[in-house]
């Protein structure tokens, strides 16, 4: 794809953009009207990340014209997207028509450290646009799950990956990026003290995991996820990497076993699956942990947090694709109370995930 600018600066002076957006609250009945809408703003939003506009312009002002030649589109439905999406700060168009980059359109860039590409794409694929005109069905029932599987004749995960290759594609790329943006901040917050060896259980592809590894290196961890999800580990953590040998990948489910010994067993953003789950998940940390290790549980909340209207959405996606749930937390740290965790400090990691500080008793 061509680049319009291909002169890049490393922080460009903001153009002036008088139609980057409304600059007062709308009344109610408008904001209203807005809302019901929302379902627009997502298609634009999918659609620039689909045609990569925002990797397409450079540092310099383009034309809808100059746009289209570059992602291979027709001018003028260009310039009605780059509209629409400028209103709500994605993209801002200058005086003479062109469009230049905003805060939140470099965040489409595949290449910007901090991309939402790929979470962009999650959040709008096709199957979304199916599932979630049943949210009022899975409300009066409760039951989410099965309302997923009346539409696609079978479960969440098994439709992903056996009907959806391009979604679970999709999937994989926007839960790495969001587990890699999130790894560095885990481990600033966490202190290591006094702690030989640390488990990262569901922990994916293990990226929380090789980032605590590469600061403390001294300490020892392992990597428990299923068999599918840890052959694809970090590759810092595998046989070559810098890492490896100070890792022990385990394939395994953490709601039948968690077969590993640890000073500090990490759960992050795994128990949104049914209560019985994470009953279970936590049942056997505790049987494998010592008396006095540390259990520390890093979620989304759906309270108390700067980020509820992201969060509250996920939450809503959540019980129409495998019936689960974001956390309060109040109803977290009854969780992890009932399963015999003794609860210390609540700290947040970023805007949207908080830590929980947990010890197994003696």
Known sequence: MTTVSSTPAPTPAPVPAPNAGPPHTPPPAMRLRELAFGAAVAAAVRAAARLKVADALGESPATPAELAAAVHAEPKPLQRLLRALSCYGIFAETEDGSFVHTEMSRLLREDDPHSLRYISLWCTEPWTWQAWPRLDDAVSTGDGASIFHDLFGK?????????????????????????????????????????????????????????????????????????????????????????????????????????????????????????????????????????????????????DTPSMRFTTAMDLMLLLNVGGAKHTKESLCTRLADAGLVLGDIRPVNAYLHAFECTVPG
């Open 155 to 303: 479960g969440f995960f098994d439709y992903l990956h056996e009907d959806a290759h391009e979604s679970a594609h999709v999937f994989n790329r926007a839960m790495t990026t969001s587990s890699v943006q999130s790894a560095l901040e885990v481990a600033d917050l966490l202190d290591l003290t006094g702690v030989s060896v640390v488990a990262d259980i569901g922990g994916g592809q293990g990226h929380v995991l090789a980032s605590l590894l590469e600061k403390h290196p001294t300490v020892r961890g392992h990597l428990l996820d299923l068999p599918g999800v840890v052959a694809k580990a970090d590759p810092r953590l595998r046989d070559g990497g810098p890492l490896a040998d100070r890792t022990g990948i385990v394939p395994g489910d953490c709601r039948e076993a968690v077969p590993v010994e640890a000073d500090l067993y990490v759960i992050k953003n795994i128990l949104e699956w049914d209560d019985e789950s994470t009953r279970r998940c936590l049942r056997n940390v505790l049987a494998a942990a010592r008396p006095g290790a540390r259990v520390v549980v890093i979620e989304n909340l759906v309270d």
